[in-house]
Nanobody, 117 residues
Framework: QVQLVESGGDSVQAGGSLRLSCAVSGYTGNCMAWLRQAPGELREAVAEFDIWGTPLYADAVKGRFTISKDNAKNTLYLQMDSLKPEDTAMYYC?????????????WGQGTQVTVSS
């Protein structure tokens, strides 16, 4: 059974940094992602590893966010630098039931990131 548990969300000022963590169990695939959802908005992927393990980023976070994983610790990370108020959202870790095409079938409970100006 796949279990994903996020942590690391906090309230920070604009320009600050946070590192989110996702403890992963029951999953060994390449497809993993961080998605976020702001109030009244659709959930969007901000960073992911594709089927080959290549990191991909949304334009809005490119150059500021870095996705990484520590296989020995079974943990996925999202380093977020130069945070902006528009980064405020609930952040979710996700994994895929398929490995030929990433589909986000498994989700954690989310961790809240709030960025104040």
């Amino acid at each position: 059974q796949v279990q994903l548990v996020e942590s690391g969300g906090d309230s920070v000022q604009a320009g600050g940094s946070l590192r989110l963590s996702c403890a992963v169990s029951g999953y060994t695939g390449n497809c993993m992602a961080w998605l976020r959802q702001a109030p009244g908005e659709l959930r969007e992927a901000v960073a992911e590893f594709d089927i080959w393990g290549t990191p991909l980023y949304a334009d809005a976070v490119k150059g500021r966010f870095t996705i990484s994983k520590d296989n020995a610790k079974n943990t996925l990370y999202l380093q977020m630098d130069s945070l902006k108020p528009e980064d405020t959202a609930m952040y979710y870790c996700a994994a895929s039931a398929r490995q030929t095409r990433c589909t986000w079938n498994y989700w954690g409970q989310g961790t809240q990131v709030t960025v104040s100006s």
